[in-house]
């Protein structure tokens, strides 16, 4: 089960206190007490690993390593370790106490949520020349404490969707190493799959159904990580007793969670082709163009159909490198990819 969702309370390490203390050596009398440590502050940094935020399904609470107290003879506390928090690419952070959101779109960005407090101040550093022996300090600042809630959207490029059993996670296991679960029953799919096809990311979207926006089946849990995608496949089933009516379905559970998902560029697979006839398929596709023109019959036995599909997939290739190779960043940069 991936944790997409949670609130955890984050508290970045207080800092050390300073001490008052006084040189006993002959001649050399006078203050000597150090400063405290820094507190560890909290970063969040990004991952690859989906699962990433499991581990705070039961873990409520973090907290970064205090700072250590000043010593004598001038000797400063340590600072508290920083605190590294991985959570996976595409997480949002929303500071619920300050209002303030974070977002994790790379793999080792690292954004601090919680600082750390600062060291108090031992009493050599209240010396002066009408104070001598000076007998202030500063003890620690607390450090920052925050509630943080973690939201992961997935950063895919191609986003696949559909009413359940329509074959969506056979086509991304036949296109990329993934291992998602098939089987000819609904909702096998029970949480969201990715593949790596060369550059591109595909996600498998857990089957939506009628009502998905408003909380019913699975499909709330999920439709959002399907925001972030810029390219969907939408996935309709051959075999189905109305074709047309699954597609509008699907559409329209993504419209009402989100008006501008209808926007984004769209192709429909008709898939299992395999289970009708040849007219069946052209009865379909005539239908199903009256919405959109990008249609592909496609069945997982059949080569030449999923040649097509990896022709796609290769034309998006293409145009992905083209726009990051022509980006101002990107050429400043000097990269090629």
Not at 90 to 101: I, K, M, P, W
Not at 251 to 275: A, C, H, M, Q
């Amino acid at each position: 089960m991936i944790v997409d969702d949670v609130t955890i309370k984050a508290i970045a390490g207080a800092g050390g206190n300073g001490i008052a203390t006084f040189n006993k050596t002959k001649m050399s009398l006078g203050p000597v007490g150090g400063n405290g440590g820094k507190g560890g502050s909290i970063y969040i940094e990004g991952v690859s690993d989906l699962s990433a935020l499991n581990k705070f399904r039961f873990k409520k609470e973090v907290k970064a390593e205090k700072g250590e107290d000043g010593h004598s003879q001038l000797r400063d506390g340590r600072d508290g370790q920083d605190l590294i928090l991985t959570v996976p690419v595409g997480t949002l952070a929303h500071n619920l106490t300050t209002g303030q959101d974070f977002e994790i779109t790379k793999i080792g960005q690292q954004v601090r949520i919680a600082l750390g407090g600062r060291g108090g101040k031992g009493n050599f550093n209240f010396r002066s020349s009408t104070n001598t022996t000076p007998k202030e300090f500063e003890y620690g600042e607390p450090g920052e404490s925050f509630e943080v809630r973690f939201e992961l959207k997935m950063i895919a490029d191609v986003g696949f969707v559909g009413l359940p059993n329509v074959g969506k996670s056979s086509l991304l296991n036949e296109l990329t190493r993934a291992k998602s679960k098939v089987a000819n029953y609904p909702f096998t799919t029970l949480e969201p799959n990715l593949g790596v096809y060369y550059d591109l990311i595909l996600a498998d979207i857990p089957g939506i159904i009628e009502g998905a926006s408003k909380g019913k089946g699975l499909g709330i849990k999920f439709l959002r990580h399907i925001e972030r995608t810029k390219i969907i496949f939408n996935f309709v089933a051959a075999d189905s007793l109305d074709p047309v009516l699954d597609y509008k379905t699907v559409r329209g559970e993504l419209g009402v969670y989100n008006k501008l998902l209808l926007e984004k560029p769209e192709y429909i697979f008709i898939s299992k082709k395999d289970t009708v006839s040849v007219d069946v398929i052209d009865r379909i596709e005539r239908k199903l163009k009256k919405f959109n023109q990008s249609i592909v019959p496609i069945s997982i036995i059949d080569p030449d159909s999923i040649e097509q599909v990896k022709k796609i997939l290769n034309d998006l290739i293409l145009e992905k490198s083209k726009k990051i190779s022509s980006s101002p960043s990107s050429r400043k940069a000097g990269l090629g990819i």
